[in-house]
């Protein structure tokens, strides 16, 4: 069983920075994609980054392309997600994700989708202040 652990998440300024992980176990995660999705209080799930584990293809929003970076860490078995420039609209509870049959794809409108993804981790608070 896949079991996601998201820390990192915190208070900071507009135009700060804030780097979550989401360390992942129960799994060998060559052939996963991960990841990163955020919900403000009321509105929906919104996709936010993605990375194929095998090849480290990376997909972003447009909203958060040119200021938030995914990567993983292979011998860790986590994923990140440095975010830079925060705006006040960034704040919201940030999730990772993992979808078991990532490496079977290449389009960003995959990753894009929240039914992609088999396990979710429970989440971690980001808050932007003005």
């Known amino acids: 069983q896949v079991q996601l652990v998201e820390s990192g998440g915190g208070l900071v300024q507009t135009g700060g920075s804030l780097r979550l992980s989401c360390a992942a176990s129960?799994?060998?995660?060559?052939?996963?994609?991960m990841g990163w999705f955020r919900q403000a209080p009321g509105k929906e799930r919104e996709f936010v980054a993605a990375?194929?584990?095998?090849?480290?293809?990376?997909f972003y929003s447009d909203s958060v392309k040119g200021r938030f970076t995914i990567s993983r860490d292979n011998a860790e078995n986590t994923v990140y997600l440095q975010m830079n420039s925060l705006k006040p609209e960034d704040t919201a509870v940030y999730y990772c994700?993992?979808?078991?049959?990532?490496?079977?794809?290449?389009?960003?409108?995959?990753?894009?989708?929240?039914?992609?993804?088999?396990?979710w981790g429970q989440g971690t608070q980001v808050t932007v202040s003005s």
């Open positions: 129960g799994r060998t995660f060559s052939n996963y994609a």
């Open positions: 994700a993992a979808d078991h049959r990532g490496n079977q794809y290449y389009r960003r409108s995959y990753f894009m989708t929240g039914t992609t993804y088999d396990s």
């Open positions: 990375i194929r584990w095998d090849t480290g293809s990376t």
